[in-house]
């Protein structure tokens, strides 16, 4: 059972641009919603993350918008630097029963910013 | 800045055989973790550790697996007798508290021939 949905696998934008991705999840009791980036040889490092009490969280460039009727969330990376490329993944879990970091991960978007 | 460091970063090892894969968390922090990747797909949570026992495990993580804290610094994954499908990039992470970021090293590519 795929538990978090992403897409789309890749993305290609221009320096400047705003690239979505987007995440759907399936569990209603998923309480917290990180999206972790990762450069290659890497491993994942947390980005911003999110609580279904709000719609929005704002970290410098990156956004976070969530809709919890939906069951869907997205990351907007505002003004998009070459420096940004590197594989995206957004997360799920239940923290209050089985703590935050026992994460189900979605599949991956590669993001390439072109200069 | 403090970071989780993996060793080794690639292991190499026949189908039947047993393996260590070691880890040291950042030095404060109380929770301890095993996630793995597949080449080109999603990373999984395997299990996770504090206060020296399992606390939450998925289902991938059977009974050829097992975790320990053998000392107040190491934390090591065994895989007590490896298949093919065990052929993954394999990721420590630990985190100060269950709801704190949580941090992972640069992984271990086990590759089963």
């Known amino acids: 059972q795929q538990q978090v949905k992403q897409s789309p696998q890749s993305l290609i934008v221009q320096k400047g641009g705003i690239p979505i991705i987007n995440c759907a999840y399936e569990?209603?009791?998923?309480?917290?919603f990180p999206w972790y980036q990762q450069f290659p040889g890497k491993g994942p490092a947390l980005l911003i993350a999110i609580r279904p009490d709000v719609s929005e969280k704002k970290e410098g460039r990156f956004t976070i918008s969530f809709n919890k009727s939906a069951k869907q969330f997205s990351l907007h990376i505002m003004d998009s630097q070459p420096g940004d490329s590197a594989t995206y993944f957004c997360a799920a879990s239940n923290e209050v029963r089985t703590g935050a970091n026992n994460l189900f991960f979605g599949t991956g978007t590669r993001l390439t910013v072109i200069p | 800045e403090p970071e989780v460091t993996q060793t080794p970063s690639h292991q190499v090892t026949q189908m039947g055989q047993e393996v260590i894969l070691r880890c040291v968390p950042i030095?404060?922090?109380?929770?301890f973790y095993w996630y793995r990747q597949i080449l080109g797909q999603k990373v999984e949570f395997l299990v996770s550790f504090y206060n020296n026992e399992i606390s939450e495990k998925s289902e991938i993580f059977d009974d050829q697996f097992s975790v320990e804290r053998p000392d107040g610094s190491n934390f090591t994954l065994k895989i007590r007798s490896t298949k093919l499908e065990d052929s993954a990039m394999y990721f420590c992470?630990?985190?100060?508290?269950?709801?704190?970021?949580?941090?992972f090293g640069n992984g271990t590519r086990l590759t089963v021939t």
């Open positions: 992470a630990s985190s100060r508290q269950g709801y704190s970021p949580l941090h």
């Open positions: 030095s404060n922090h109380l929770y």
């Open positions: 569990n209603t009791a998923f309480d917290y």
